[in-house]
């Protein structure tokens, strides 16, 4: 049997020893020891930015995935010196720059819902960046990534075809009130020229607001759809650039999954799904 491996932490609430248990198919979990006790659970996951990429891996606080299960309170790693439990989690992912990964950090709170100290929120996140370093430089790494990919590939695929739908609805809708926009600009700039004709021949009080630009002015009106109509015109360029990117990804996971059934015709069946690892 391997030797677990034991991770030293080093944290501003003291040194914490993370010892691995045995890898589950898609997941390590850490048993912390010394300034913290509890655990964290270490999993494959997607890019931040490019969905359909597995090529990331997130550190929750507690034994199982905070994104899929909650942890019951109990369950929750805390300080050695503290009686709160902590929620949150890390992902580690390829930085777009340099061989160095970026990191996120979702955000931290106790179980009760409260934000964690400043020395609080470093031991945890330190903790959550070394399990997740950890497991980022193991062989046994793309097996993990693999794992993920085809358990979670189900779901980003409702969530991405939704996505490209809500996006093609929102390009749609900045499209019409960009023509919108400008068929309004177009009547009001005619009308305030009129009425600037109308005050330069006969000049009246009544009429002087209606140029100056005061809010409610007609002016103030030409303004604003000076400002609406391109910037709606850019936002419907937007959402229809985010729908082509959904659908990209889509296309992309199904490849994979499909690939992924070839690859694994004949291996061990993945709990809880149909399909193999």
Known sequence: MATPDVLTIETPAGIVR??????????????LHGAMRGSVHVTGTQHPYYWDQFTAV????????????????????????????????????????GDLPDVSVYPLSTAAGNEPTPKAAATLTAVLRACADAVAQRDGLPLILDASRLRKTPGLLRFLNWAAAH???????????????ARELKAA???WWTI?????TRPHPVLLP????????LARLVNVLEWKAPYCFERAAEERARAEKF???????????????????????????????
């Open 58 to 97: 997130r550190a929750c606080l507690g034994p199982v995935d905070a994104f899929e299960t909650t942890a019951p309170d109990e369950a929750l790693p805390r300080l050695a010196r503290g009686h709160s439990g902590y929620h949150g989690s890390l992902t580690r992912y390829p930085g777009d720059y």
């Open 189 to 191: 700039v005619s009308l």
């Open 18 to 31: 993370a010892t691995t248990g045995p890898r589950r198919t898609d997941a390590v979990v850490f048993e």
């Open 167 to 181: 996006a093609n609805s929102e390009a749609a809708r900045y499209a019409e009130e960009s023509q919108t926009a």
């Open 247 to 277: 659908r990209a990804e889509v296309a992309s996971l199904r490849t994979q999954q499909q690939r992924g059934r070839s690859r694994r015709r004949g291996a061990e069946a993945y709990p809880g799904t149909r399909e193999k690892v």
């Open 196 to 200: 600037a004709r109308l005050f330069t």
């Open 210 to 217: 209606m140029l100056a630009d005061d809010n409610g002015s």
